[in-house]
C-alpha cells in the first residue's frame, strides 16, 4: 500500500499549499453517457486526489442523449472525450478531423444482444430473422458487422431508444445492450436474466471507453496528455481493485438515477468479463493498446463495407501513452498479488 499512501500524501501536502506555489492544469473530460461504474475509474482518480497529484484539476462532464463530446472536442471546447468504439476514430480520419486516441480504457467493447431465455440462443447467427432493437448509433456502428459475418438483415432492424420495456413484453424479440447495464435492467424489471451475447466473444475486437484528445494538444503538451493518462489509469486500478466508495459517491451525486445495486452489478461484470483488465493491459497496463488490434478491427469494418480501404491509421492512434505499465504495481498491492 506505500505507493498509494504516498500519492494520497502527496495530494494532500499539495493542497496545503498555497495556490501561487502549485499552479493546476484545468482539463474537461466528456464521458460518453450519464455518470455510471462504466466510468468509475475516471471519478475515482477525482475523488481520491490522484488528478491532483498529477498536477490536474479535471471536470468531468457528463454525456447523454442529447450531448454530442466528440463535437466539442473537435471544436476545442472540451480536452478529452471518450468513444465507445473505434470506429469514431476511423470517421476522423475519413474526415480529415485532426483527432486521436491516446489510451484504451475497456480492451473488449461491453456491447450485447439479447434474447429471452429458452430459446437455443448461442451466437448472433441464431437471431436470424428475428426483430432486434437497435440504436441509431448502433446502425452506424456494429450492425454492418453484424450483416456481413452473421448474415442477419435490415428486416431485422426496429429502433432501439434505451427502453427495454418492448423486449421484455415480447419473446421474439432480440435487443442490443451493455454487459453491464441492460441485463439488469431486465432482471429488475422484467424478473427474468436473459440470454446474453458478448459481442467481443464473437470476434467484435473493438477497443471501447478510448480517451480521445486533439493531435494539437498531444504535440504541443505531451507531458498533460501522459499525466492524465496516467493518472486515469491508476484510477481504474484503484476503483476495480481497491474501494470504490468515493468514485461511487461522486457518481450518484451526478446522477441521482444510479443505484447501488446497478453500481455493484456494473463492477461485478466489468471484472467477470474482463473489459477492463485483460489481454495487453494485463502485462503493459490498463489502457492498453497494440499496433495488431487496430489493423485487426479496421480490417473487419472496412471488409464489412463500414469505411474504405486505404485509411492511414498512424493518424487515428498513438501508443505513446500507454503500454508503460502503469498501475501494475499498484494492482500488486491492493490484490496482494
Same mark, same amino acid.
Given at each position: ?26 482539463? @474537461?473530460?466528456? =464521458? !460518453?453517457? &450519464? ?6 475509474? /475516471?471519478?475515482?482518480? %477525482? ?24 463535437? %466539442? ?6 480536452? /478529452? ?6 470506429? !469514431?476514430? $476511423? !470517421?476522423?480520419?475519413?474526415? !480529415? ?10 480492451? &473488449?467493447?461491453?456491447?450485447? %444482444? ?27 456502428? $456494429?450492425?454492418?458487422?453484424? &450483416?456481413? @459475418? ?6 431485422? #432492424? ?8 418492448? /423486449? ?11 454487459? =453491464?447495464?441492460?441485463? /439488469? ?31 494539437? #494538444? ?5 507531458? #498533460?496528455?501522459?499525466? $492524465? ?10 476503483? #476495480?481493485?481497491?474501494?470504490? =466508495? ?5 457518481? &450518484? ?28 493491459? %494485463? ?34 492512434? @498513438? ?19
Amino acid at each position: 500500500m506505500f505507493r498509494l499512501v504516498s500519492v494520497l500524501l502527496w495530494s494532500f501536502c499539495m493542497a496545503k499549499l498555497p495556490a501561487a506555489a502549485f499552479a493546476l492544469d484545468a482539463v @474537461t473530460l466528456g =464521458t !460518453n453517457w &450519464k455518470a455510471q461504474a462504466e466510468h468509475g475509474g /475516471f471519478y475515482q482518480a %477525482l475523488a481520491t486526489g490522484l488528478y491532483e497529484a498529477h498536477g490536474l484539476e479535471v471536470t468531468i462532464r457528463p454525456g447523454g442523449p442529447q450531448v454530442n463530446h466528440p463535437q %466539442l472536442l473537435v471544436a476545442g471546447r472540451i480536452d /478529452f472525450c471518450l468513444a465507445g468504439s473505434m470506429t !469514431n476514430a $476511423f !470517421n476522423y480520419v475519413s474526415g !480529415n478531423v485532426p483527432m486521436v486516441t491516446v489510451a484504451a480504457i475497456f480492451q &473488449k467493447t461491453p456491447l450485447v %444482444l439479447m434474447a429471452h431465455p429458452g430459446q437455443g440462443i448461442e451466437t448472433p447467427a441464431d437471431l436470424v430473422h428475428m426483430p432486434i432493437l437497435i440504436s441509431t448509433a448502433g446502425r452506424q456502428t $456494429f450492425w454492418d458487422w453484424l &450483416k456481413a @459475418t452473421y448474415g442477419l438483415e435490415d428486416s431485422q #432492424l426496429r429502433p432501439y431508444t434505451s427502453n427495454a420495456a418492448q /423486449f421484455i413484453a415480447d419473446p421474439g424479440v432480440a435487443q442490443q445492450g451493455y454487459v =453491464t447495464a441492460e441485463p /439488469f435492467v431486465v432482471a429488475r424489471e422484467g424478473g427474468f436474466m436473459p440470454e446474453v451475447l458478448l459481442l467481443a466473444d464473437f470476434g467484435y475486437d473493438s477497443y471501447a471507453s478510448m480517451i480521445e484528445t486533439s493531435w494539437r #494538444l498531444v504535440e504541443e503538451n505531451p507531458d #498533460l496528455v501522459q499525466r $492524465f493518462v496516467d493518472a486515469s489509469i491508476l484510477g481504474w486500478v484503484s476503483y #476495480l481493485y481497491g474501494d470504490p =466508495t468515493p468514485a461511487n459517491t461522486l457518481i &450518484k451525486a451526478e446522477n441521482p438515477e444510479m443505484t447501488d445495486a446497478q453500481i455493484a452489478y456494473s463492477i461485478e461484470q466489468l471484472a467477470a468479463h474482463g473489459i477492463v483488465d485483460s489481454g495487453d493491459a %494485463l502485462s503493459l497496463g490498463v489502457g492498453a493498446m497494440s499496433d495488431a488490434r487496430w489493423q485487426s478491427f479496421y480490417g473487419k469494418m472496412a471488409a464489412a463495407g463500414q469505411h474504405p480501404g486505404g485509411l492511414d491509421l498512424a493518424r487515428a492512434y @498513438t501508443l505513446a501513452f500507454v503500454n508503460r505499465e502503469v498501475g501494475l504495481a499498484l494492482k500488486r498491492e491492493l490484490t496482494g498479488g
